[in-house]
Structures are given as C-alpha cells and as structure tokens.
DNA sequence: CGGGATCCGGCTTGATACTG
DNA sequence: CAGTATCAAGCCGGATCCCG
C-alpha cells in the first residue's frame, strides 16, 4: 500500500517514480543508467555524429550506445537527424525536453565530479576499517 | 586521446565521469544506478531504517538494498548508524555530502516526473511508426 | 559511416533460505 | 529486525558478420 498507481502521497506528483509499475520509473532509469547520462552528457555540447559519440563516451560499445540512443530517442529526450546521403550522415541531438533534462543530469554529474575529493576520503576511511 | 587520465579537456574538472579509468564515473554509476537514486530519494525525507526503506523503494530486494546502501556509505554519502539492541535497530540517513548530492538527484527526480506526460506523448508517437 | 542480427560468456539480479 | 549465503535466471556487453 505505499505505491501502487503512480497516486502515491509520497510526493504530490501524479507520476512517482518510487512505484515500480509507474512509467517514470522506466524512464528515470533510461536517463540515469550507466550510459544513459553519459549519452546526454556528452550531446549537450551540440549535436554528435554515431562515432563521435562512441569517441566521446568512453567504454561504451556499439550495440549498447544504439540501443541507449533509441530509447533515448523513444522517450523523447533525443532526436534522430539522418541525411539519405552516401556515406550516410547521422545526427543526434538533444529535443528541447531532452536538454531541460540533460540540465538537471549535467548538474548533478558536476556535483559528483566536484565532490570527488570528499568520496575519495569518505572510501578510505571505509576501507582502513 | 579522449578520455585518458581524469586530466582531460572535455569539462573543465579534475574528475572526468566521461573517462572510464575516472573514479568518479563509478561513483556517479553508484548514485545513478537502478536503486542508488531511489534509495537517496527515500532518505532525503529523514533517516528510515532497513525495512521501512525497502517498503518505501517499491521493488527492491533485500540483497540489491543491503549492497546499495553499502556502496552509498563507502561512498560517503550515507551514514549508518547501529544501536546493538535487541532487536537491533539501525538507521540510515544521509550525510551532509549525500544530501547535497541528493539535491541534484531530486531535482532530476523532480524534472522526469513532471514532464512525464511530454515523455509518453513522445512515446506514443515513435511507436505508432 | 551507421548501424542491425546473432551468438555466447560472465557479471548482476532476484528468490529463497538461513542467522543473530 | 537486519541482514548474509546460496543458487538459478537473465540481461549486459563484446565479438563477429552483415547490409545500405
């Protein structure tokens, strides 16, 4: 009884991402997956080529870069430019919805980056016990 | 020559998330994962213990809970606090980095739910292609 | 270049059971 | 209550081959 249909009282949102069967959650966990933010992150300097952002976001593979884009571009955070060219010219770029959202993960993302000295000293501490 | 040793030009930051060597993109993976941003979320109201937070993060197993709430307090971003009573009691509840961190997380939190509505509408119009 | 399709090994996850 | 131990299932990610 403490989340069922995204109607919850934990927040005054009609979409809560702390129940499981509320779409939000799906699409938090797009936007803050483990190449989910990278992807975002590294779109919002301006659009990106599909090798250019394999270059840019380091460690990820092909497959898994297509298949962040598509969801991505499924939630409506990143738009497709394809040009019928040859070779092909793909663009991806962040919609405006994407970049509101691309906002609030770059902050966070500069907050961890920026505290790193403070986890670093958090993690030896937890270690030397 | 992209992302090399957490001193590279693509932010400004000592601690680069976009490079894999970069400490600080585990960290970010830890505080982004699947349960690490739900569990901040649920301790961003105050201090719960264990069951109270798997009831109120919809979903987690005990075992994926126990393992983020280690993560997050090596981190530095929790802070566990154990009575040796019996039954036993113990709390978690963030620290002041965590909370700071938690901030940017909830915003983000904040952000996807409410423009949740734009997301399905995105949604809905990629899959009627 | 920009991907999709497939196969496969391995880490991650989730039930379940058990302990103090 | 607050977890750990164990085990099976499954998804992740790399490699490879393919196409337009």
């Known amino acids: 009884m403490d989340a ?30 483990r190449w989910g933010s990278l992807t975002l992150g590294a779109l919002s300097g301006g659009a990106l080529r599909f090798n250019e952002l394999r270059r840019h976001v380091d460690g990820v593979s092909e497959k898994m870069l297509s298949q962040t884009l598509h969801a991505l571009e499924r939630n409506g955070l990143v738009h497709r430019e394809a040009r019928p060219t040859n070779p092909p010219h793909v663009e991806y770029e962040l ?15 500069r907050c961890v980056e920026g505290r790193m000295d403070d986890v670093l000293a958090a993690r030896a501490r937890y270690d030397a016990r």
């Open 95 to 109: 919609t405006p919805l994407g970049r509101e959202v691309t906002d609030q993960v770059m902050s966070l993302i």
């Open 4 to 33: 069922d249909e995204c109607t919850q009282q934990v927040t005054d949102f009609a979409y809560n991402v702390f129940s499981q069967a509320c779409p939000s959650r799906a699409t938090l966990e797009h936007v803050t997956g």
